[in-house]
């Protein structure tokens, strides 16, 4: 890990075995499959469901800053706590969650991800646990959020045909050839298939080795650089509803250092339904 922008980012299966429940430490698992906590989860991590605890269940938003108070809170996160996000499918909505504590401010030198996520722990017979951890409330205070890591539609809107910004799109080639709207499945679609015009499309899993763990800085260089997303600009990454781009805003911003990126997580289900808004097919 030593050759990313930022190494100090990530944290072996073999760390957190040892460090996992050291003061000042708190594990959250956050997964796509919402029931795989309850089956077994690293001792005293924390479980969070992405569909009920890390969005608004009125408004289409992510949560709002007195929420995310709250579930710091219920989740024994003070402001120095460092927070190590782990899950499956390749730590997908891992990356959603730490996405979501630096847009709110918590210090991104504690925000660090479990390479591998939940199936590299498994894989390699570490121990499960059922119980659920019970934490003290503390007084956890966010600060303003930070657009610089969140992309809007209108953002998107400003820069296109200007040849300023990286676009990303995450999807698979079906999502973004418009063959299908949405994975099988998936609740969450739009009236139109398809792709913001001047996107490059890179899936999100792309950026993974086959035992879980992030490929290697040069080989995601070779990647990015080699579908022509330029370091130099800002880069925006999309995918449906911004889960899967939050992973690949994490590959840029933090494995790879670029200095701006920014995740848009309207994605597709926003910009898929807004009235005149440009798509390509291509």
């Known amino acids: 890990?030593?050759?990313?922008?930022?190494?100090?980012?990530?944290?072996s299966t073999e760390w957190v075995a040892v460090h996992g429940g050291d003061a000042g430490i708190r594990l959250l698992e956050v997964d796509v499959d919402t029931s795989a906590y309850a089956e077994g989860?690293?001792?005293?991590?924390v479980g969070l469901n992405w569909e009920t605890q890390l969005c608004d269940q009125v408004r289409r938003d992510i949560l709002t800053k007195d929420q995310f108070e709250a579930l710091c809170n219920d989740s024994g996160i003070a402001t120095d706590t460092t927070v190590i996000f782990y899950g499956d499918n390749n730590n997908w909505f891992a990356t959603y969650a730490l996405w979501q504590f630096?847009?709110?401010?918590?210090?991104?030198s504690l925000l660090k991800v479990m390479n591998g996520g939940r199936q590299k722990w498994i894989d390699e017979g570490r121990a499960l646990v059922t119980d659920v951890p019970d934490h003290s409330s503390t007084?956890?205070?966010?600060?303003?959020?930070?657009?610089?890591?969140?992309a809007t539609a209108g953002n998107v809107r400003d820069t296109?045909?200007?040849?300023?910004?990286?676009?990303?799109?995450?999807?698979s080639p079906a999502e973004f050839t418009g063959e299908v709207i949405a994975p099988p499945g998936m609740s969450e679609t739009a009236q139109r298939g398809g792709h913001i015009p001047g996107a490059a499309n890179?899936?999100?899993?792309?950026?993974?080795?086959?035992d879980g763990t992030f490929k290697s800085h040069d080989e995601l260089?070779?990647?990015?650089?080699g579908e022509g997303v330029d370091d130099s600009k800002e880069t925006i990454a999309y995918c449906r509803?911004?889960?899967?781009?939050?992973h690949t805003w994490f590959v840029l911003k933090y494995l790879l250092g670029y200095e701006k990126v920014r995740n848009y997580d309207g994605s597709w289900t926003e910009w898929g339904n807004l009235v005149g808004a440009p798509i390509a097919r291509d």
């Open 1 to 11: 890990m030593a050759d990313y922008a930022n190494p100090d980012v990530l944290v």
């Open 41 to 45: 989860h690293i001792a005293g991590a």
């Open 102 to 108: 630096r847009y709110y401010g918590h210090d991104e």
């Open 139 to 150: 007084g956890y205070q966010a600060k303003f959020p930070d657009d610089n890591v969140r």
């Open 160 to 171: 296109l045909g200007q040849g300023t910004v990286n676009l990303v799109d995450v999807r």
């Open 202 to 210: 890179i899936p999100w899993a792309t950026a993974v080795a086959e």
């Open 221 to 225: 260089q070779a990647i990015y650089g």
């Open 241 to 246: 509803i911004g889960e899967r781009s939050s």
